[in-house]
């Protein structure tokens, strides 16, 4: 069964940066929308970012500018490089298809901006 399984995330300070990865076990990545998500305490899950399988990107307003998509094909990887954090991006962090489908909802990968 394809697996997504994050990582990457960590406590950071407010203006600092982080990289997450998402390691595909298949080859979902190269082959269809993904994005990242995330959901922070007591709120719903949202999307962040979504990269297309002809590599252009979509942003959700509160990130554009700071975050940034990637993947690379060859690694079966999906990246989320987030700058200029903000103590709001405080969440866990999943990667899954655009639109999300069930069966690929991992553990995610907490990260947490605070002094």
């Known amino acids: 069964q394809v697996q997504l399984v994050e990582s990457g995330g960590g406590p950071v300070q407010p203006g600092g940066s982080l990289t997450l990865s998402c390691a595909d076990s298949?080859?979902?990545?190269?082959?269809?929308?993904v994005g990242w998500y995330r959901q922070a305490p007591g709120k719903q899950r949202e999307w962040v970012a979504i990269?297309?399988?002809?590599?252009?990107?979509s942003y959700t307003d509160s990130v554009k500018g700071r975050f940034t998509i990637s993947r690379d094909n060859a690694k079966n990887t999906l990246f989320l490089h987030m700058n200029s954090l903000k103590p709001e991006d405080t969440a866990v962090y999943y990667c899954?298809?655009?639109?999300?489908?069930?069966?690929?909802w991992g553990q995610g990968t907490q990260v947490t901006v605070s002094t």
């Open positions: 899954n298809t655009r639109p999300a489908l069930l069966k690929y």
């Open positions: 990269i297309y399988t002809e590599g252009s990107t």
């Open positions: 298949g080859t979902i990545i190269s082959s269809v929308p």
